[in-house]
């Protein structure tokens, strides 16, 4: 058995929701007591974070996601803001992850299955819905590495979700001067999937069709 079959719809989809958060730069508005317990240098970070996710209006990136295991996946990850995401693995990985700002959608053809978050009605709502009055909090995660500031994001009341710490880094050409470089999702099992992204692309033409997926049921590979 290879590594993909190894690493489930489940793995796949907790890790990919991390990049939804990221169009949901509200996410990362922490709210009054948490902000203030902050100190102004820490503020200033979300807030420069938070710039960066805001100026994304589309943005394609390869990217590598890793398990606890180590066991690795690779594809194509493709954003269109507002809460548009396609991740696309790699051929020999049949899968597919996609979502069209109000549903995210795993999709495994191998087994002709298809699973469906609903955003707004289920716990993801709290990280990917900016217009959602929740909860939310993010924090400054210290970094001893100049030009790099992370953050972690968490909803405080929905402990189910995974926390999310997105490190970014300094790169002029990119939004606001910072490039999401990856991201960590932490289950509440200690469980830990990472994404690495590289080669951002921005400002591309992204048709709202890539956003959309065949029904397995009528198919047996991705489109």
């Given amino acids: ?6 690493i489930s719809a489940r793995t796949l989809g907790a890790a990919s929701a ?43 990136a390869d990217f590598t996601q890793t398990d606890r295991a180590g066991r690795t996946v690779s594809g194509t990850l493709t954003l269109k803001n507002p809460g548009r995401i396609r991740f ?9 992850v996609v979502s069209n700002g109000s549903t995210l ?10 699973e469906r978050y609903p955003v707004r009605n289920s716990p993801l709502g709290a ?50 001067g910072l ?3 990856s991201w960590v999702a932490r289950d509440a099992q200690n469980n830990r999937t990472t994404v690495r992204l590289r080669g951002h692309r921005y400002g591309l033409a992204v048709a709202d ?5 065949r029904d397995p049921r009528r198919t047996t590979r991705r489109p």
């Fill in 88 to 96: 696309e693995y790699s051929r020999d990985v049949n899968m597919l």
């Fill in 18 to 60: 991390g990049a939804l958060a990221i169009l949901a730069p509200a996410a990362l508005i922490a709210p009054a007591a948490p902000a203030a317990a902050q100190s102004a240098a820490q503020n200033t970070q979300i807030n420069r974070a938070v710039a960066a996710l805001r100026g994304i209006t589309t943005m394609q």
């Fill in 209 to 213: 069709s890539t956003f959309t997926y």
């Fill in 127 to 176: 990280l990917l819905d900016p217009n959602r009055d929740v909860a939310r909090f993010g924090r400054v995660v210290p970094s001893n590495s100049p030009g790099v500031i992370s953050v972690a994001v968490a909803d405080p009341g929905r402990p189910e979700m995974p926390e999310f710490t997105l490190i970014f880094v300094e790169k002029a050409s990119a939004p606001g």
């Fill in 105 to 114: 959608t795993l999709v495994d053809y191998d087994v002709q299955q298809v």
């Fill in 179 to 181: 490039e999401l470089a």
């Fill in 1 to 6: 058995m290879n590594s993909l079959k190894k």
